[in-house]
C-alpha cells in the first residue's frame, strides 16, 4: 500500500523476498529482505558510513542495535565480537523474521532480535550502534533515543549515523542539551552527506 512505512510495526504490503548479496566484518553473505523493509535491496548508505567509521564493538558483554531492520548492523557487531551477546531491536514484525533468519545464515548466533518491550528492562549495554529511524518524526525519535542512550554502562559509546539533509546537525545539538552530565556528545565523522555522532557515557 502507498502508506506502507518500513517503521509500521505490520506492513500490508505484499512480502516480495529477495536474496542480496552484502559484504559485513569482511564476509560476503547472501542474505534476505523484502517489500515494506528499509533498504531492501542492499545495505544503504547511512549504514555504510557508520559502518566503515566505527571503532570495533566491545568484545564481550551486551551490544544493542536499535532500528535494526534486516540486521546488517546486529550482524557485523555479532560476528566482529562473537562473545558479545548483541541485541537487535525493531518495531517492524517483517524485519524481526528476517533479521533472526539472517543472523542464522550469517553464522551470527550470538543475536537475540527483538521488539524492545521484550529486552530485559535492567540489561545495560556497552557498545550501541545504530542508523535510527529518522522519519518517524522528531518526537518520536526523541523518544526512542532517550529510552536506549541512558541503557548505555559507564564508559560505553554509542554511533549514530544520520543524514546532514535530515537533520544530523540538530540532532547532535539536542543530544547534547537533553541528556545529563554524564554524556559526552560529539560528531565523530562527516561522510557522503552523513553524520556519525557519538555518545560516549562517563558517569551515571
Known sequence: MANDHYFSASPSSEVRERQVHVTLAGRPLTLTTA??????????RGTRVLLGSVPPP?????????????????????LESPDASVWGVDVNERVLGLARANAA?????????????????????????????????????????????PRLEVD??????????????????????????????SRATTD???????????AE
Open 35 to 44: 517489500a515494506g523493509v528499509f533498504s531492501p535491496d542492499g545495505v544503504d
Open 58 to 78: 566491545a568484545t564481550e558483554g551486551a551490544l544493542l542495535d536499535v532500528g535494526c531492520g534486516w540486521g546488517p548492523i546486529a550482524i557485523t557487531m555479532a
Open 105 to 149: 545464515a550469517a553464522g551470527a548466533a550470538n543475536v537475540t532480535v527483538a521488539l524492545p518491550d521484550d529486552v530485559p528492562a535492567d540489561l545495560r549495554f556497552r557498545t550501541i550502534w545504530s542508523n535510527p529511524p529518522i522519519r518517524v518524526g522528531k518526537d518520536e525519535l526523541h523518544a526512542i533515543l532517550l529510552t536506549w542512550l
Open 156 to 185: 560505553g559509546d554509542a554511533w549514530l549515523v544520520v543524514s546532514k539533509d535530515l537533520g544530523g546537525d540538530s540532532l547532535q545539538r539536542w543530544l547534547r542539551d537533553t541528556l545529563d552530565a554524564g554524556f559526552q556528545v
Open 192 to 202: 557522503k552527506g552523513f553524520r556519525v555522532i557519538r555518545v560516549h557515557r562517563t
